[in-house]
């Protein structure tokens, strides 16, 4: 898509801190961290959110969540970590391409909102 910001990152035309690569996923800092550990990990294929996963495309969203542990490890997030993805306007969804934040490096809130 060439209007999506994360489409961009993925194609290096807007740099990104890359924490992770491989043919399907992209993981990066975010740019405004909420945590000492606030990472951002993209399907490379344009799903706009949560609601555009589908049978034909979630194969990338499980490649995510074998992903992710992963990540969490290499952060050294091993007192825990949250997995949160925003989908749509009252969920405060800001970039339109699916995404799951990784949040950690201290002790979280309990509030989901
Ligand atoms: P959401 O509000 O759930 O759609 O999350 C979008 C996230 O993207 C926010 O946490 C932003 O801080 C982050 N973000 C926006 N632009 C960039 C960028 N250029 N590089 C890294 N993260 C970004």
Do not use: W
């Not at 959110?49 to 290499?74: L, M, Q, R, W």
């Amino acid at each position: 898509m060439t209007n999506c910001l994360f489409c961009k990152i993925i194609a290096g035309t807007i740099p990104s801190t890359k924490v992770y690569e491989d043919d399907l996923v992209l993981a990066f800092r975010d740019i405004a961290p909420q945590a000492p550990t606030h990472i951002l990990v993209i399907p490379k294929t344009h799903i706009p959110s949560v609601d555009g996963i589908t049978a034909e495309n979630s194969a990338v969203v499980a490649h995510i969540f074998e992903i992710i542990p992963a990540i969490a490890k290499a952060e050294g997030l091993e007192k825990g970590y949250r997995v949160v993805s925003n989908c749509g306007e009252h969920a405060g969804q800001t970039v339109r391409h699916l995404h799951f934040h990784i949040l950690g490096g201290r002790e979280l809130n309990l509030e989901m909102a």
